[in-house]
């Protein structure tokens, strides 16, 4: 399966600001994926990640507020925008890879990110 | 979209016994994964299952897809399979190949 690394592994940042988020695989990819789970909460898809073209977003969320970038088949960024304590979440990435065959999912470490 | 339910919510055990988990899904699928995160918040791949079943040493997992069920199993439990189990699926008719993931059981197990 292919190893995901993400940069920061923890962060804790002011209200108002931003952070972007990295995800970097050790093997081309088909699929990536940006997930939150808010404290106590289970996983929230936010956005299917798209090598070389706009990301597509899912319900309650919006490219202004968590734009996305993947500029290959390894590598992919997730930015909180104007941060709020209400954004403080496990961010994770994760990928899907079908040239193994099957559609199994794979998840990153996740970035806790603590606004205050 | 595709519902998630999964029982129990909460479960405690003592060292060495076993369980069963439950995820219920409203729709085909045709992805079913179960995942256990651990307390730093890692989630760590425990079975591909979208029908049959598998075994993988304690733990073991099937799913009858016709009837819209899966069952993860834990034998001789110890210590450090506390944590959160989740139950996650991609619906059959969905074109995002998304996982929509369920509430979770939150397993504890006491020495």
């Known amino acids: 399966s292919a190893v995901i690394s993400q940069k920061p592994s923890r962060d804790i940042c002011q209200r108002g600001t931003s952070l972007t988020i990295q995800c970097q695989v050790d093997?081309?990819?088909?699929?990536m994926f940006w997930y939150r789970q808010q404290p106590g909460q289970s996983l929230t898809l936010i956005a299917t990640?798209?090598?070389?073209?706009?990301?597509?977003?899912e319900s309650g969320f919006v490219i202004d507020k968590f734009p996305i970038s993947r500029p290959n088949l390894t590598f992919s960024t997730l930015t909180v925008s104007n941060m709020s304590p209400e954004d403080s979440s496990i961010y994770l990435c994760?990928?899907?890879?079908?040239?193994?065959?099957?559609?199994?999912?794979?998840f990153g470490p996740g970035t806790r990110l603590t606004v205050t | 979209g595709i519902q998630v339910e999964q029982s129990p919510p909460d479960l405690i055990l003592q060292e060495g016994a076993n369980s069963t988990l439950r995820c219920n899904f409203s729709?085909?699928?045709?992805?079913l994964q179960w995942f256990h995160q651990n307390p730093w918040g890692q989630l760590i791949n425990l079975f591909y299952?979208?029908?049959g079943t598998k075994q993988n040493g304690r733990l073991s997992a099937t799913t009858v897809a016709t009837e819209r069920y899966s069952l993860l199993y834990i034998s001789s439990s110890q210590t450090t399979d506390s944590g959160v189990y989740f139950c996650?699926?991609?619906?059959?008719?969905?074109?995002?190949?998304?996982?929509?993931f369920g509430k979770g059981t939150l397993l504890t197990v006491n020495p």
């Open positions: 994760s990928v899907e890879d079908w040239q193994t065959g099957d559609y199994e999912q794979y």
């Open positions: 093997s081309q990819v088909t699929m």
């Open positions: 990640a798209n090598q070389g073209s706009e990301a597509t977003y």
């Open positions: 729709d085909s699928v045709n992805n």
């Open positions: 299952i979208p029908s």
């Open positions: 996650a699926v991609e619906n059959s008719g969905g074109s995002n190949y998304k996982l929509t």
